[in-house]
């Protein structure tokens, strides 16, 4: 996870350059996007925008 203590340029570097030598654009633009992923998911938790289990299965019965 990158640190909520960097700039998203900062991030964005750190994560390009801890990509594999050979990594194409279209890599680095998918680690970039799951990074967005994983850290908006973070937010949504922090915020308390989540669902229990339970919530998620009730809502489907």
Excluded: R, W
């Amino acid at each position: 996870m990158i640190s909520d203590k960097l700039s998203h340029k900062e991030a964005a570097i750190k994560l390009i350059s801890e990509a594999p030598g050979d990594a194409t654009i279209e890599d680095i633009m998918y680690l970039l996007y799951l990074q967005q992923k994983v850290n908006s998911g973070l937010d949504d938790f922090k915020n308390g925008k989540t669902f229990s289990q339970q919530e998620v299965e009730a809502e489907f019965e």
